[in-house]
T-cell receptor, first 112, second 110 residues
Framework: DTEVTQTPKHLVMGMTNKKSLKCEQHMGHRAMYWYKQKAKKPPELMFV???????INESVPSRFSPECPNSSLLNLHLHALQPEDSALYLC???????????FGQGTRLTVV | EDQVTQSPEALRLQEGESSSLNCSYT??????LFWYRQDPGKGPEFLFT???AGEEKEKERLKATLTKKESFLHITAPKPEDSATYLC???????????FGTGTRLQVFP
């Protein structure tokens, strides 16, 4: 089983809203990732967690706040987003930072 | 700075017409090169991992190879269902970052 589950699949939010994206994996992976992908562009790395600790933050604006409550869950809290933040947000996990990452199907976020 | 460049940007093939996709990379320390397939609106699907020059991996009509500066994804006798964007990614040994190339959009026509 190489499944990474993301919820919700679609999200529309206003610029003053607060929402959260959720990601779950039960493969025992110890590294988890958030990527942002705009149309016809490659995924861009946002955050990496390794053993539930934030390992990499790619200078992401503070309106995006990651959280890793346990080894199976990864959240991305959203607050005061801008329309240009509309994108496909992808979660991924890997056994370690050496190995291949498996991606979820993404959350399509639209900021209005 | 790490760089991953894929070519061509787009490729149109007739069903059965074999071809190759290229991924050129510059990374201070390579800790793996990864190939993914992505369908529109979906997350990338893992295909192959390559760790060292000379390594080859094969799966159905796809074969991935690696040299010290580039990787190739060879597609033999493609079918329309192989149509997708193929992404290459490299992991930097020093930073642990997984960085993606711009992708090749492949269309296979019957």
């Amino acid at each position: 089983d190489t499944e990474v589950t993301q919820t919700p699949k679609h999200l529309v939010m206003g610029m003053t809203n607060k929402k959260s994206l959720k990601c779950e994996q039960h493969m025992g992976h110890r590294a988890m990732y958030w990527y942002k992908q705009k149309a016809k562009k490659p995924p861009e790395l946002m955050f990496v967690y390794s053993y539930e600790k934030l390992s990499i933050n790619e200078s992401v604006p503070s309106r995006f706040s990651p959280e890793c409550p346990n080894s199976s869950l990864l959240n991305l809290h959203l607050h005061a987003l801008q329309p240009e933040d509309s994108a496909l947000y992808l979660c991924a996990s890997s056994r370690s930072l050496n190995t291949e990452a498996f991606f979820g199907q993404g959350t399509r976020l639209t900021v209005v | 700075e790490d760089q991953v460049t894929q070519s061509p940007e787009a490729l149109r093939l007739q069903e059965g017409e074999s071809s190759s996709l290229n991924c050129s990379y510059t990374v201070s320390g390579l800790r793996g090169l990864f190939w993914y397939r992505q369908d529109p609106g979906k997350g990338p699907e893992f295909l192959f991992t390559l760790y060292s020059a000379g390594e080859e991996k094969e799966k159905e009509r796809l074969k991935a190879t690696l040299t010290k500066k580039e990787s190739f994804l060879h597609i033999t006798a493609p079918k329309p269902e192989d149509s997708a964007t193929y992404l290459c990614a490299v992991r930097n040994y020093n930073t642990d970052k997984l960085i993606f190339g711009t992708g090749t959009r492949l269309q296979v026509f019957p």
